[in-house]
């Protein structure tokens, strides 16, 4: 049109550069905010579980306990007497007890215990142990943990992706048979999954028994890798089933609401104005400037799922952290209930990093405005 | 003859509603040729938008009919498939602007993507290709190329709609749709688009189809007019002949309400409103809006022909052939609104007044202040009518609610009937409210959904301990009756959405009056009202300050509505005060640069408009948060001298008596 001119067109890599520095310096600042909330959270925990003394009678029956043992274990001090063992461990403990300050201000304390959570040392469990017989609280739990996010991983990304799909359908065939009975179906997420977990456990184990009704694999484990995956995926079917059924309708009635309501945007009319393809329109048009808002629904999702934890793992004895935090309670195994605490406001601070970073990614007015 | 590029024949679209079915289009004909540009003019709701979206197919799911004939070059682009015409039709021989929207942009893709778009979907070029082109039509619309790679939010609502148009002729379509495309922008903004379409109208060779209810911006590029009234085309002509002698009494009606900067004659409104497009009547569609209505009239009028290209539908021209002229159109005049001479008592003083927003960043670390107003001093005089002009973000809103007592201002005073306002208790405060009387924006955000219209006038009055019931229902009565609806029993049972924005926006105009103020603030009384409704708010608010001498504060982004309505305006340019003076002398005599700016770029209907482009300062209004050093206007301001403009603020100075502008061109030399 104009020829003479050269118009200056910014290159690609530009705008890529500045999306990641942008996208840097995001990153940055959540972690710095997250690491703080974090340590605010556990501080917290410490000050409300050391209202009774709690943590510091614990460390001092781990104290005694510890050293009672070494000295007990160690053969030069067999020929003792018990009155003179005894006087031996109280000087020990009393050395320990200086040392790490016990006698000091609690203010103090709080903050090495502090230091200490926040590295994960949390301390040894009063009862339990871990399956390879570690009585460290965060052997304890790590043990537990992978199962715990396989089943809620997978649960969750399988009802995100799925809903979003169907959810788009949808709010295209608005109207139509499947979308009438998502609409009449929507009502029955109220039930938690734990309550559809028992129905079919008496279904698929017992009525019809194709699907075992609980664990994680069978036992005895199979050898090869081949049959132990099968047998995992096998147990996890009716747990994954469960959560599906309690979680799915509901998101994708709301979605689809969200969608149609997103389609008669101005620019999703201008897009069909232009003739732009129908599918690249749901894509482009529709779904990427509604992600931001559908994640954060999904996160909320999540976490009030994450809190079904316990009363799902325990409905199909699924070996993860709610199963563990259950015997805990059950065992008044402090430690580990502190330890799981602590743990899961890591997974917290964890999911809404991730959270932010991928809100960061699909929404540049997040990622702009927040460098701003 | 040549063949028109665009022949429309018989169109008709439908809607099914819940209510019955709405003929938004009813049987169109007109054609477009090449390079020529066809304005839809009518109010709102008349099926302007309906059109665009039936020719470009953009249609919602409640369509009850659709049918007729669109020849595009002689070919029946309605009779072809769905995938045809989304491949072949769209984009690359007919564009769309949309109505100026902030939406009118996907808010997570980049403005170039968006342009280029439609070339790699159908020409099936390379995005890098595609996106050397979005440079250019960047370049063609006056948007740098820097801007390619930027989201929409990242840029102002002119250049927004400048990136818009830059979409629409991406694939240089011959014909281009555009539907309101700068109704939502600022004067300036505005006139600068239409000096580009123009521009490119003259260079591209394209055709255009301009949709509008402004009867100024549609003179702007008109070569042809196409008045439409209730999903009708009531009057086709040439633009000469319609903005100078228009036939239909629509049009004629139309032209008269029109205020207009430079005509001294006052407008006159259109009383009544255009029929429900549910029940439309048997007869003529606007039959009982029309002074020269005659037994005829009762039949549904065909389009009568008055010459080549030219066609009315009305009876009046009927008999023209025998009569050789047409009918007389009786019209009661309206009678011409009185002014007062202005007292001299002054009933608010404002001195050094600066209201300053902080912008705080993470809710507690200060990124800056937006200086809203900054600096301002002025009298209101007791019994005047004043109007604050300027630009949207010039900060005129910010001191109507400074005024009004909603913000303490940063620095300064205002001084209201001898009180200083920032030394009231609370119990005076509320006694100031009902002392000042506020008209808002949007009349249906200013009214609770949920309240009846009686509710909603006896609030005022309970809060201000009118405890007695019939003394109430006797002021919200007198009220009512002062705001011209009446009988009140049919009003005060009514919801607000039941009523039309003129009635809501009387309502709000009776609740403001019915503790009895002495000042009323008006913020942009009717700038959400349609055209032939707005004149007759304005008239009423005259009227209503005239009788009960009240001081009269109208805020308003356009210049040409205040030629009647008020008696002295104040100019406000970056959150200060750049010029004031009475009426006739501002607009006849503008000093300051920036108000001749706004005069030069306010149109008053004439197809002399669309010949030439007008002269226009550049730039973007200035920042609030980080406002430009010296004269606010100076980095767009064509005299701006050097070395003193940019360094130091300009005095109020007094370049012709009683006329003030702050602008270093009138001191002594
Ligand atoms: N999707 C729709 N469903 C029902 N009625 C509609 C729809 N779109 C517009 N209308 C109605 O059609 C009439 C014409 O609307 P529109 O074409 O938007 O007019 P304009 O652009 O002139 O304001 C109005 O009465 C409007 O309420
Ligand atoms: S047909 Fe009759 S009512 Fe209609 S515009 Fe003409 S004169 Fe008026
Ligand atoms: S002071 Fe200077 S920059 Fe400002 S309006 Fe006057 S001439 Fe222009
Ligand atoms: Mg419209």
């Given at each position: 049109m104009n020829p003479s001119k050269n118009p200056s067109i910014p290159k690609k890599a530009e705008g890529l550069l500045r999306d990641?520095?942008?996208?840097?310096?995001?990153?940055?600042?959540?972690?710095?905010?997250?690491?703080?909330?974090?340590?605010?959270?556990?501080?917290?925990?410490?000050?409300?579980?050391?209202?009774?003394?709690?943590?510091?009678?614990?460390?001092?029956?781990?104290?005694?306990?510890?050293?009672?043992?070494?000295?007990?274990?160690?053969?030069?001090?067999?020929?003792?007497?018990?009155?003179?063992?005894?006087?031996?461990?109280?000087?020990?403990?009393?050395?320990?007890?200086?040392?790490?300050?016990?006698?000091?201000?609690?203010?103090?304390?709080?903050?090495?215990?502090?230091?200490?959570?926040?590295?994960?040392?949390l301390g040894r469990a009063e009862q339990m142990h871990s399956d390879m017989g570690s009585r460290e609280v965060h052997a304890i739990i790590l043990e537990r943990l992978p199962a715990t996010l396989l089943l809620f991983g997978t649960a969750n990304l399988l009802i995100f992706f799925l809903s979003v799909y169907i959810a788009l359908w949808l709010s295209r065939h608005y109207g139509s048979l499947l979308d009438r009975i998502v609409i009449v179906l929507a009502p029955t997420s109220a039930a938690p999954a734990w309550f559809y977990g028992i129905f079919l456990i008496l279904f698929f184990a017992f009525l019809v028994p194709i699907l075992p009704s609980g664990g994680m694999v069978r036992a005895p484990p199979p050898e090869d890798n081949w049959n132990y995956t099968l047998s995992v995926l096998k147990h996890m079917a009716l747990p994954v089933l469960a959560m599906l059924l309690s979680q799915i309708f509901i998101s994708i009635y709301s979605w689809r609401t969200f969608f149609l309501i997103h389609s008669s945007e101005d620019y999703v009319e201008l897009a069909r104005?232009?003739?732009?393809?129908?599918?690249?329109?749901?894509?482009?048009?529709?779904?990427?400037?509604?992600?931001?808002?559908?994640?954060?629904?999904?996160?909320?999702?999540?976490?009030?799922?994450?809190?079904?934890?316990?009363?799902?793992?325990?409905?199909?004895?699924?070996?993860?952290?709610?199963?563990?935090?259950?015997?805990?309670?059950?065992?008044?195994?402090?430690?580990?209930i502190i330890g799981s605490v602590v743990i899961f406001a890591y997974l917290l601070a964890f999911s809404i990093l991730v959270l932010d970073i991928i809100y960061g990614i699909v929404d540049p007015r997040v990622r702009i405005g927040a460098a701003q | 003859m040549t063949e028109p590029l665009l022949k429309v024949e018989d169109l008709r679209l439908a809607y099914q509603t819940e209510r019955g079915i709405v003929t938004a289009v009813d049987g169109l004909n007109f054609e477009i040729r090449r390079n020529e540009a066809l304005v839809i003019l009518g109010e709102s709701g008349c099926g302007k938008s309906s059109l665009a979206k039936a020719l470009l197919r953009v249609l919602p799911r409640n369509v009850n009919h659709y049918s007729g004939r669109v020849l595009l070059d002689g070919v029946d682009i309605m009779a072809l498939d769905p995938e045809r015409f989304r491949q072949d039709v769209q984009w690359l021989r007919i564009s769309l602007v949309m109505q100026a929207s902030m939406n009118a942009l996907n808010p997570v893709v980049r403005v170039g993507e968006q342009v280029a778009e439609p070339l790699w979907v159908h020409r099936g070029w390379s995005r890098q290709k595609a996106?050397?082109?979005?440079?250019?039509?960047?370049?063609?619309?006056?948007?740098?190329?820097?801007?390619?790679?930027?989201?929409?939010?990242?840029?102002?609502?002119?250049?927004?709609?400048?990136?818009v148009l830059a979409m629409a002729l991406v694939a240089e379509p011959k014909l281009v749709i555009m539907d309101e495309p700068t109704s939502a922008l600022d004067v300036l903004t505005q006139a600068g688009i239409m000096n580009r379409l123009k521009r490119i109208k003259r260079e591209l060779g394209t055709s255009f189809m301009l949709i509008t209810h402004d009867v100024a911006t549609s003179s702007e590029i008109a070569d042809r007019v196409a008045l439409m009234y209730a999903g009708q085309i009531v009057e086709l002509g040439s633009a000469a002949q319609f903005f100078a002698n228009p036939a239909h009494p629509y049009g004629r009606l139309l032209m008269d309400s029109v205020p207009r900067l430079h005509q001294t004659r006052q407008p006159d409104h259109i009383p009544g409103q255009p029929p429900n497009l549910m029940l439309l009547p048997s007869g003529c569609r606007f039959a009982d809006r029309c002074p020269a209505r005659f037994d005829r009239c009762d039949e549904d009028p065909l389009p009568q022909s008055l010459s080549e290209?030219?066609?009315?539908?009305?009876?009046?021209?009927?008999?023209?052939?025998?009569?050789?002229?047409?009918?007389?159109?009786?019209?009661?005049?309206?009678?011409?609104?009185?002014?007062?001479?202005?007292?001299?008592?002054?009933?608010?003083?404002?001195?050094?007044?600066?209201?300053?927003?902080?912008?705080?960043?993470?809710?507690?670390?200060?990124?800056?202040?937006?200086?809203?107003?900054n600096g301002v001093n002025f009298h209101l005089y007791r019994g005047e009518a004043v109007a604050f002009v300027g630009e949207s973000g010039c900060g005129k809103s910010s001191l109507a609610r400074t005024l009004l007592g909603l913000h303490p201002p940063t620095r300064g005073e205002v001084v209201f009937e001898g009180h200083h306002l920032d030394a009231l208790n609370k119990h005076e405060l509320k006694q100031y409210r009902a002392r000042v009387g506020y008209v808002q924006q949007d009349p249906y955000g200013a009214l609770p959904p949920f309240m009846t219209i009686r509710r909603a006038l006896s609030e005022p009055l309970i809060i201000h301990g009118v405890r007695d019931r019939k003394e109430r229902e006797a002021r919200i009565r007198a009220a009512l009756e002062e705001v011209r609806l009446s009988p009140a029993d049919d009003y005060l049972p009514k919801f607000p959405h039941m009523l039309s924005g003129g009635q809501q926006q009387r309502v709000v105009i009776a609740r403001s009056l019915i503790l009895q103020p002495a000042m009323i603030i008006a913020d942009e009384p009717v700038s959400m009202l349609d055209a032939s409704v707005r004149v007759e708010i304005l008239r009423l608010l005259r009227t209503i300050q005239n009788k009960r001498e009240l001081t009269l504060a109208f805020i308003t982004h356009d210049l040409s509505t205040v030629r009647h309505f008020a008696d002295r305006i104040f100019v406000m340019y970056g959150g200060r005060i750049v010029e004031a003076a009475t009426v006739d002398d501002l607009l006849d005599f503008p000093q300051h640069p920036y108000t001749q700016a706004l005069v030069a770029a306010t149109a008053d209907?004439?197809?002399?408009?669309?010949?030439?482009?007008?002269?226009?300062?550049?730039?973007?209004?200035?920042?609030?948060?980080?406002?430009?050093?010296?004269?606010?206007?100076?980095?767009?301001?064509?005299?701006?001298?050097?070395?003193?403009?940019d360094v130091e603020e300009p005095p109020e100075l007094e370049p012709r008596t009683g006329h003030y502008s702050a602008c270093w061109l009138h001191r002594e030399p």
């Open positions: 990641l520095k942008l996208m840097l310096l995001l990153t940055g600042k959540r972690i710095i905010a997250l690491v703080l909330m974090v340590l605010i959270g556990v501080y917290l925990t410490i000050l409300i579980a050391n209202m009774g003394g709690r943590v510091d009678e614990l460390r001092l029956v781990q104290i005694r306990s510890e050293i009672s043992e070494a000295v007990r274990g160690d053969l030069s001090f067999r020929e003792l007497d018990s009155e003179e063992r005894n006087q031996l461990i109280q000087r020990r403990v009393d050395l320990e007890v200086r040392r790490l300050n016990l006698d000091r201000p609690f203010l103090l304390r709080s903050f090495n215990y502090l230091y200490r959570a926040m590295r994960l040392d104005a232009k003739g732009l393809p129908s599918r690249m329109i749901e894509r482009r048009y529709i779904l990427r400037p509604t992600l931001a808002p559908v994640i954060t629904s999904f996160m909320l999702m999540l976490i009030s799922m994450w809190s079904g934890a316990i009363i799902l793992e325990r409905t199909f004895s699924w070996p993860g952290l709610g199963t563990l935090i259950f015997q805990a309670i059950g065992h008044h195994d402090t430690p580990v | 996106m050397t082109r979005a440079g250019e039509v960047f370049e063609l619309v006056g948007v740098s190329g820097d801007f390619l790679r930027r989201y929409p939010f990242e840029l102002s609502g002119g250049m927004r709609q400048r990136v290209r030219n066609e009315v539908r009305c009876w009046l021209y009927a008999d023209r052939a025998e009569t050789g002229k047409p009918r007389e159109l009786h019209k009661t005049p309206t009678p011409v609104l009185e002014t007062r001479p202005l007292s001299k008592e002054v009933l608010v003083a404002v001195q050094d007044l600066h209201t300053w927003f902080e912008l705080r960043q993470w809710g507690f670390i200060r990124a800056g202040y937006v200086r809203a107003v209907p004439d197809a002399e408009n669309a010949a030439q482009e007008r002269e226009l300062p550049g730039g973007e209004p200035p920042s609030l948060l980080h406002p430009p050093t010296g004269c606010h206007f100076h980095p767009r301001c064509p005299h701006a001298i050097k070395g003193l403009c």
